[in-house]
């Protein structure tokens, strides 16, 4: 790995808001020049924890994850067959899978799900490993990290139709409301990314405004999205979640403070080792 423990920062008691990134690519090689000062800004900014999803097709994105969440004690790792990569879906995948989540190396199951918008795998072998891992994480009793895009509706009818014991996260949303409180009534949370700062964005604000306080949550998708006022940065990352925070709390008539406060509660009662 690219840091050693002497440098690694030390997560502060944050003097104010404290705020969690519920989804971040740390592992990501946009990541490698600067990991931990990355973290150590986000610590600075209050972020207290981070959930990063690896990849579970990818040894290196896999290593990496474990290493951050061995070296920051309050991250957590999630791993998954992300829907892009379905049509690679394997057996030995989802046994990799199942040793992490039956360990408790991983503390949830994702990101999985489907992407009608890209398509880089076929609907069909999407769905076969959306419900093949759903049904995993409920034997395991792990939450789902749920990707959706253009899939709203058929992400919904999916958990219902598995059984999702655990509940879950419906990440980086971008979906309508229908599928929003379809996903509410099956205990899953809605978390918002940059894209809610975006100016076009508007209808997904509407729809986040709805989303009761003690459904939501934050994060950054990082590298991507960098939320407004950093959309010219190449690369988003975790420190910035508190952009996309700010927006929220005023599309909910809530203080910054109430916000970080109802969505760290939020994160915490689906994963309360965090
Ligand atoms: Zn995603
Ligand atoms: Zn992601």
């Not at 896999?62 to 790792?77: G, W």
């Not at 199951?109 to 489907?114: A, D, H, K, Y």
């Not at 009793?141 to 509940?167: D, F, M, N, Y």
């Amino acid at each position: 790995m690219n840091t050693t423990d002497g440098n690694r920062p030390q997560n502060p008691t944050p003097e104010g808001p404290a705020w969690i990134d519920s989804h971040a690519h740390l592992d990501m090689e946009d990541f490698d020049p600067d990991r931990d000062e990355a973290i150590r800004r986000a610590f600075a900014a209050g972020v207290t924890a981070v959930l990063c999803p690896a990849d579970i097709a990818s040894d290196k994105s896999l290593r990496t994850t474990l290493d951050i969440v061995a070296r920051y004690p309050s991250f957590l790792a999630a791993a998954g067959v992300h829907p892009h990569q379905a049509k690679l879906y394997s057996e030995n995948q989802a046994r990799k899978l199942r040793d992490l989540g039956a360990g408790r190396t991983i503390a949830a199951l994702g990101e999985i799900g489907l992407d009608f918008h890209y398509n880089f795998s076929a609907p069909e072998e999407q769905k076969r490993a959306f419900r093949d891992q759903l049904l995993l994480a409920d034997e395991l009793r792990l939450p789902v990290i749920i990707h959706s895009r253009l899939a709203g509706a058929e992400v919904a009818t999916e958990v219902k139709k598995q059984g999702c014991r655990s509940g879950g996260i419906l990440h980086c949303y971008t979906e309508d409301w229908d599928t929003a409180r379809r996903m509410i009534d099956l205990g899953f949370y809605i978390s918002f990314s940059g894209i809610l700062t975006f100016p076009k964005a508007g209808s997904l604000r509407e729809v986040a405004s709805k989303v009761p306080l003690d459904r939501l949550l934050v994060e950054t998708d990082s590298p991507f999205l960098a939320p407004v006022p950093f959309r010219d940065r190449k690369r988003n990352e975790p420190a910035f979640v508190v952009e996309t925070a700010r927006v929220l709390a005023n599309l909910k008539g809530v203080s910054f403070e109430k916000l970080a406060e109802v969505t760290t509660r939020n994160f915490l009662s689906l994963f309360p080792r965090a």
